[in-house]
């Protein structure tokens, strides 16, 4: 058993390389025929706010939390976005390329923890967009880690 795991924020290299990622991807997205409709009009701190809360996600400072109000403020930015499934694979293929650029790393664990949590976020951010999505909007900041996060999606109950 190894000792002393780094955090999936540390291993990718903290708030700096979070930041220089999310600012290559949203220059990508600014010039994306199918994402740019989407983020037209997001502001110019939006990509240091998802650093943040990718940051938060992966074991980093809880920054998110504390300043633009955690994963129930991430989950509101969604609501009635009608975000499709094209739009959903392409802001992760997106991501992956700028991932790269950006030499995060890219050993085969860091990176399977860095898919597995963009497919788990970008499908609950699809759900969450659609019609008469009604998400628990007092779910704590999902915290991300090398391994699996556990049981299958169940929905919740309508009310």
């Keep these: 058993?190894?000792?002393?795991?780094?955090?999936?924020?540390?291993?990718?290299?903290?708030?700096?390389?979070?930041?220089?990622?999310?600012?290559?991807?949203?220059?990508?997205?600014?010039?994306?025929?199918?994402?740019e409709p989407v983020f037209r009009n997001m502001s110019g701190d939006h990509p240091a706010h998802v650093a943040a809360f990718i940051g938060e996600v992966f074991g980093g400072p809880k920054d998110y939390s504390e300043s633009h109000g955690g994963h129930p403020a991430m989950i509101s930015y969604h609501l009635?976005?009608?975000?499709?499934?094209?739009?959903?694979?392409?802001?992760?293929?997106?991501?992956?390329?700028?991932?790269?650029e950006v030499d995060l790393p890219d050993d085969p664990e860091f990176r399977s923890a860095f898919v597995a949590y963009l497919e788990w976020g970008t499908r609950l951010a699809k759900l969450n967009s659609q019609d008469g999505a009604a998400p628990a909007l007092h779910e704590p900041?999902?915290?991300?880690g090398w391994g699996v996060p556990g049981g299958p999606y169940v929905p919740p109950a309508k009310s």
Excluded: C
């Design 141 to 144: 900041m999902p915290r991300w």
């Design 80 to 100: 009635n976005r009608h975000l499709t499934e094209a739009q959903r694979r392409q802001w992760i293929a997106l991501l992956l390329d700028a991932a790269d």
């Design 1 to 35: 058993m190894q000792k002393d795991v780094p955090t999936l924020f540390d291993w990718a290299g903290g708030a700096t390389a979070l930041n220089r990622l999310t600012s290559v991807f949203y220059d990508k997205v600014r010039s994306d025929p199918l994402l």
